[in-house]
């Protein structure tokens, strides 16, 4: 069975830095692209950047020059370098990937893990 598990979030002055994981585990044949999505409550679940597994990225317009993804393909990892962080980047972030595994082909979400910033 396929999971992927984040860690990294928390508490973080605006201004300051945080650094996501997210890694995932189970019979897993191939990584396509990862991803990391960010939602606060009462709104849609919204990209805020992408890999692809030979390393092309896209970012939400809000977040580029501040947030960074980069993946480990070894370790079916994917990080997100978060800089210059602002109140407004408070969500819960979730890392999603395209994942080919034993049994099934599709997209997995991770758990959800929540980062504040404050004023």
Same mark, same amino acid.
């Not at 947030?67 to 370098?81: M, P």
């Not at 997995?108 to 004023?119: D, E, F, I, L, M």
């Given at each position: 069975q396929?999971?992927?598990?984040?860690?990294?979030?928390?508490?973080?002055?605006?201004?300051?830095?945080?650094?996501?994981?997210?890694?995932?585990?189970?019979?897993?044949?191939?990584?396509?692209?990862?991803?990391? %999505?960010?939602?606060?409550?009462?709104?849609?679940?919204?990209?805020? +950047?992408?890999?692809?597994r &030979?390393?092309? =990225?896209?970012? #939400?317009?809000?977040?580029?020059?501040?947030?960074?993804?980069?993946?480990?393909?070894?370790?079916?990892?994917?990080?997100?370098?978060?800089?210059?962080?602002?109140?407004?980047?408070?969500?819960? %972030?979730?890392?999603?990937?395209?994942?080919?595994?034993?049994?099934? +082909?599709?997209d997995?979400? &991770?758990?959800? =893990?929540?980062? #504040?910033?404050?004023?």
């Open positions: 396929v999971q992927l598990v984040e860690s990294g979030g928390g508490l973080v002055q605006a201004g300051g830095s945080l650094t996501l994981s997210c890694t995932a585990s189970g019979s897993i044949f191939t990584i396509n692209a990862m991803g990391w %999505y960010r939602q606060v409550p009462g709104k849609q679940r919204d990209l805020v +950047a992408g890999i692809t &030979g390393g092309s =990225t896209i970012y #939400t317009d809000s977040v580029k020059g501040r947030f960074t993804i980069s993946r480990d393909n070894a370790k079916n990892t994917v990080f997100l370098q978060m800089n210059s962080l602002r109140p407004e980047d408070t969500a819960v %972030y979730y890392c999603n990937a395209d994942i080919r595994a034993l049994g099934s +082909a599709r997995y979400w &991770g758990q959800g =893990t929540q980062v #504040t910033v404050s004023s």
